[in-house]
DNA sequence: AATGAATGAGCTTTCATTCAT
DNA sequence: AATGAATGAAAGCTCATTCAT
């Protein structure tokens, strides 16, 4: 029963991120979700009361599935560097490898649409790898910045890393932009 | 005449421009922008005969005014570090002063409603300011990757400063963030 | 133009009129009132932005006419008495003769749908009748009862005698049953 | 289980008829009452096939409660004017008390939306208080009406009075509008 | 008897766009 | 150029009812 309803619910997830990120929020009528998914118009408001919520679900989805994602490996590092490097790529990766989710998150977080998000909420999702940073912010620039603003100074590169790899439709180099944007990072972080 | 027919015209704008940033592209019908405009429905259509047209025109418009903007006083610092951080300055600035116009940026550009703008438009808009940085970039880390691409992974964290300014209301010291992102983006940049 | 707005404004009413009284408020959606008018959906709602609004707009509109046509001839009338029975005749034949619009005014008025209605507005309507009764309740029973309650009081008859009519779909004698209840009312009230 | 049978069911009449009340017909989904009732969905449907049907039942438990309130200490009256005063103060003094389930029966004798109900098992019902006025019918201007339309045109004030009570939110003197009513429908009836 | 997920037709309302004047 | 009434497809959402469990 309870699998078969989540079933059902992450059904209508993934149907309507697809559907989102190929024609964003107010170009994918609720109508069409169901009927891609499978399911009736009503069954799809009974899993979500509005389409708003529908919305919000899909963004909590992804953001932590790529919480999840960009986490991987960092254990095994050794130096903090190291484990620095291993988030930086895995983040850029993921935007890379993940273009319509990636895209769903930019659209989500600048729309006007949507304000109503308890922001603990999404720094939760994305706190753990904020640590591995703390120290190193420490002794930068960024030390008297509150550390959620400099955590996303100092990763505002990868985004638009991801967004230069998805624009440009594999014709750069992944691994030279991952490795040179994170030196420049790195670098200017560390004065290393 | 023409000035009369500009000065409509400049009036559409400027009143849609006003209610996109408040409440988003869809949120805004184009009835709404004729009414706040004292014009009639027909006569909305009668400069813009799409409502998409109207975006892009008010897009344009925007990016037009911060472009220039942007450029402020650049000529008159001498050393190219100085140009480099009057640049910085004056976007995040801008951002910040702009607080709809800069949201409206940043929503069009993320939208997939509308995908249909030639790059080279945009970045004629920019170019000014990408010579600035020209040489910098070949010094740096940077140094193999396209042009276009390094001027947006080096000015990335110019948004996440103006977002976060903006998000605080107040409550963060502008001149800090402006140094230590400068200083950050610098450091990183020349290895100085 | 405005004969024309009007006019059709007017048709919508008419034809709202019509199916509210066959199909109820909730057995009639907008779209089949514009339909039965000849017009587009979108029009409906120029001329009346909201369901409630239409209603709104017939309720007063039907009680306008009703109240127009029950003062027919009472000037003529010379002594208060049939002024009195004038009234009370022209009232019970309006709803014999308008049957679905009465029923509409009794339909409107018990219905927890619409409870807005500045009740001075109504009265303005039916004020000039009152007038004719003053003179009689204040020799009656009713001589220390607010007046618009006494009026109320006396008048209720009227609606049982058009209900029993409508009912009985011609089979009672109309001209008996008004009579009747006329001099039912007349005695109690002035003992006479 | 007959009880408890009965019990829900009662259960669910109750909850409706509070819900019918506040919210009218069509503002109370069927499910809203189940939920109300702590009951399933489908429960609900299980007990009343229709949700016209328990809107009948709804109506008949009102109808029948009011009838037996109506009658009390009628019998102990000695003179038929004494037992029609009874009545008539009863009747007003039900209206008065429960103003719920008076504008519920209000609303559905006027809803265009159910038709359905036999009259002699609605007569039925009010059946005992009529013969209270059988003889002063008689020697009235009504005797040669219909008995039961007498009898509706001769208890309309009560509707009237109650309605009067109600809508004043307390402001009126119940026992002087009951008594002024019931002396001017008396005189009315009986010329005495 | 009881559940509650599933259905899908239907509703009110919105809105970009057209067009006669 | 300017108007604003008219359009009608489409949207988000509701809800009485069914049915497998």
Redesign the pocket.
Known sequence: MID??ND?KALIVRTAIRLFTEKGF?G?????VAREAG?????L???F????ELINFAYYDIKKRMAADTGAGVARARTNKERARRIWRNAINWGVDHPAEYMFLQQFSSSPFIKKLPPDEIMKVVGIELEVFLDVIRHSHLKDIELEVAFNILFAPVDAVVRAIIDSHGGLDRERLIDSSFRLMWDGVSGE
């Open positions: 078969e309803a059902k107010h994918t009528p609720t109508a069409l399911i009736s118009n009503g069954t408001f009974h899993y009361p509005t389409k708003e």
